[in-house]
């Protein structure tokens, strides 16, 4: 995952971009330990043969295990969880057993030290054959404020 | 549905937070060491951002729709979009309470032909002495039916 700096309200200008953070590649053990800690025990995150019922090819992440990922990321970018004030994402496409997350951010506005950040996730991998996929594509977009110390 | 509100207990177990943070690949300490989480200024280990997202599951989704009553066909919907809003994040060893509602409702007409409708759960949780911890927004979206 590697080290990131923190930004800190010196050192913050709109339009900068925050550091890209890649976590993975996601696999089925994964989905299987999100759902562990989370209770999200939907059988499409785990069971092969449910999921292909449904239509999709194979079993696929739940949406908030990347948004955790991304989360995650954030809070290195900003010196730590406790200075958001608001994280919003919303999901745009599923993300498969093997994809990487890329992580990134954008600084858009700055307000006094609260800091609003527009943030992305993309899924990068081959995803299932019969889907041919684009190899890179965003599965989690949206916003975050951030209270950074003064 | 105005004034329908289901209120639930959100324990936030010292184990139950580690978990959590393991499974979203976190490597801070605050989120796993009491004394590392008390160094920086915490009263214990702290709850990743997404952690009330468990909520959702505190409350099984019979209870959520029997209660608020958002008669939803979840053969064909999908979490679309995810809200936090924070005073802080919640702190190992303290029961939250939560206060669910509809927040919003609303359908409108999807790009592909078909009607999308949107509903958003709103839950507040406040702490042992009242105070408000956080806001989470969840969104489910109905997709349209047989959208050729």
Redesign the interface.
């Known amino acids: 995952?590697g080290e990131v700096e923190t930004i800190t309200l010196e050192g913050i200008s709109s339009g900068m971009e925050l550091g890209e953070v890649v976590?993975g590649p996601v696999q089925r053990d994964?989905f299987k330990?999100?759902a562990?800690?989370?209770?999200?025990?939907n059988p499409i995150h785990q069971d092969e043969d449910y999921a292909r019922k449904t239509g999709a090819p194979t079993v696929f992440a739940?949406?908030?295990?990347p948004?955790?990922?991304l989360?995650?990321a954030?809070?290195?970018w900003f010196g730590?969880?406790?200075h958001?004030?608001?994280?919003?994402?919303?999901?745009t496409t599923r993300v498969w057993p093997g994809d990487e997350i890329v992580c990134t951010g954008k600084v858009q506005t700055i307000d006094g030290n609260i800091v609003t950040v527009t943030i992305e996730a993309r899924r990068r991998g081959d995803g299932p054959p019969e889907l041919e996929l684009d190899h890179e594509q965003v599965a989690l977009m949206?916003e975050a404020d951030i209270e950074l110390p003064l | 549905m105005a004034g329908k509100e289901l209120t639930f207990d959100l324990p936030v177990r010292l184990e139950?937070v580690q978990?959590?943070a393991?499974?979203?690949?976190?490597?801070?300490p605050?989120?796993f060491d009491i004394e590392a989480a008390e160094q920086?200024g915490?009263p214990s280990v702290?709850a990743?951002?997404?952690f009330t997202?468990?909520q959702i599951?505190?409350v099984p989704r019979a209870e959520r729709e029997q209660q608020l009553g958002a008669n939803l066909d979840y053969g064909r919907v999908?979490?679309?979009?995810?809200?936090?809003?924070?005073k802080?994040?919640p702190i190992a060893g303290e029961t939250l309470k939560g206060r669910m509602r509809i927040a919003k409702d609303f359908t409108k007409e999807g790009k592909r032909g078909g009607a999308m409708r949107f509903v958003t759960y709103e839950s507040i949780f406040t702490d042992e002495a009242g105070d408000e911890v956080l806001s989470a927004?969840y969104t489910l979206i109905e997709t349209a039916k047989d959208v050729g």
């Open positions: 995952m976590y994964d330990a999100y562990d800690a989370s209770g999200d025990d739940m949406g908030m295990l948004a955790g990922y989360a995650h954030v809070s290195d730590g969880p406790q958001l004030r608001r994280f919003k994402v919303r999901f949206g | 139950h978990d959590f393991r499974a979203v690949g976190e490597d801070n605050v989120f920086q915490f702290v990743p951002p997404t997202t468990t599951f505190q999908l979490h679309g979009e995810q809200e936090f809003v924070y802080r994040l927004y």
